[in-house]
Structure formats: structure tokens, C-alpha cells
């Protein structure tokens, strides 16, 4: 009984907290990542990436860009993969292609790689 109050305090904590936790798997998301060519047009050193078309993808602009589109973190980059126009850094031109065609575990583990960072 306990364990399901401290759970659901936990989760409470959370969602207060507006953090969504990424439903994916990380290291399977690295595979998302560069068989989609991410690594192209965004940096994001965990994937040794170094592309500059697209905003560098680092805990703390991603962080700071959710921040200004009002969205808990993993909402926003699975927003930025599937909808790119909907979210444009500033500096940067809409010139991102949808991936909405990923399937939901391919989605889930993308986003989930990218937040983890």
C-alpha cells in the first residue's frame, strides 16, 4: 500500500512539475537518429553528429526552446519531429521535413534519445 502512494505521489510530483518521462528506449532511438539523417542538419554530440542547418540539440536550448513554446520537454521534441513548422529556432528557417511517418515505437524512441541528451 505504501509503494502505491509513494508512486502515485511521485507521479503527482511530476506531472506538477510539468516533466513528461520519455516512454522510449535511448539506445534503440540512436538508431532512429541516423538511419532518419538527423545527424545531417543537427549537432547532438551523443550521436557524434555535427550538422548546422538545423539548431544544435543540447539539453539546455532544447530545454530553453520548450520552455518558450510552453511544453514539457518531450512534448516538444516529439512536436519539433513530427510538426517542425509549428516550433522554429530562432535563426534558423522552417526548412525541416515531418517524420511523422515513424511508428510509435520508432517515435517514442527518438524522443527518448534526444531528451535524454
Avoid: E
Avoid at 512534448?75 to 516550433?87: D, L, N
Wanted: with cysteine.
Amino acid at each position: 500500500m505504501f509503494r502505491i502512494a509513494l508512486l502515485a505521489s511521485l507521479a503527482a510530483v511530476v506531472v506538477t512539475a510539468g516533466v513528461a518521462l520519455a516512454a522510449g528506449n535511448p539506445a534503440a532511438g540512436k538508431k532512429v537518429y541516423a538511419a532518419n539523417g538527423c545527424g545531417a542538419c543537427h549537432t547532438f554530440k551523443p550521436a557524434g553528429s555535427k550538422g548546422t542547418i538545423g539548431p544544435a540539440l543540447t539539453k539546455v536550448r532544447l530545454t530553453a526552446d520548450a520552455k518558450r513554446a510552453k511544453q514539457p520537454l518531450t512534448t516538444f521534441i516529439r512536436m519539433s519531429i513530427v510538426k517542425p513548422k509549428a516550433f522554429v529556432a530562432k535563426g534558423y528557417k522552417p526548412v525541416m521535413p515531418s517524420f511523422a511517418k515513424l511508428s510509435k515505437k520508432q517515435l517514442d524512441d527518438l524522443v527518448a534519445f534526444i531528451a535524454k541528451g
